[in-house]
């Protein structure tokens, strides 16, 4: 059985930071292609950033090129999300997933962790 489950979600100021993180375990993490989605209020779920299984290839959503982080430790089945020069419209439930196939494809992504708040003050 397949688990995901997030943390280093929270409060923080705008202009501030956060590492989520994303431990795995039930299948070889180091096979599949990770994910970071996240979803606000009213809104869908969308594809943040991604990585592949050896960390060579990366996808980042253009609304958090430059700030957002996303790195792999297969040694540890974990996944990162580093989240600088935080902005309110960053405020929603992040989601890790892992993908069998491609990174940037959302329909790839076949299992989900159960999701961390982020809230953002401005």
């Known amino acids: 059985q397949v688990q995901l489950v997030e943390s280093g979600g929270g409060l923080v100021q705008a202009g501030g930071s956060l590492r989520l993180s994303c431990a795995a375990s039930?299948?070889?993490?180091?096979?599949?292609?990770m994910g970071w989605f996240r979803q606000a209020p009213g809104k869908e779920r969308d594809l943040v950033a991604a990585i592949s299984w050896r960390g060579a290839s990366t996808y980042y959503a253009d609304s958090v090129k430059g700030r957002f982080t996303i790195s792999r430790d297969n040694a540890k089945n974990t996944v990162y999300l580093q989240m600088n020069s935080l902005k309110p419209e960053d405020t929603a439930v992040y989601y890790c997933?892992?993908?069998?196939?491609?990174?940037?494809?959302?329909?790839?992504?076949?299992?989900w962790g159960q999701g961390t708040q982020v809230t953002v003050s401005s």
């Open positions: 997933a892992s993908s069998s196939g491609r990174i940037g494809v959302r329909a790839d992504y076949d299992y």
């Open positions: 039930g299948r070889t993490f180091s096979n599949y292609a």
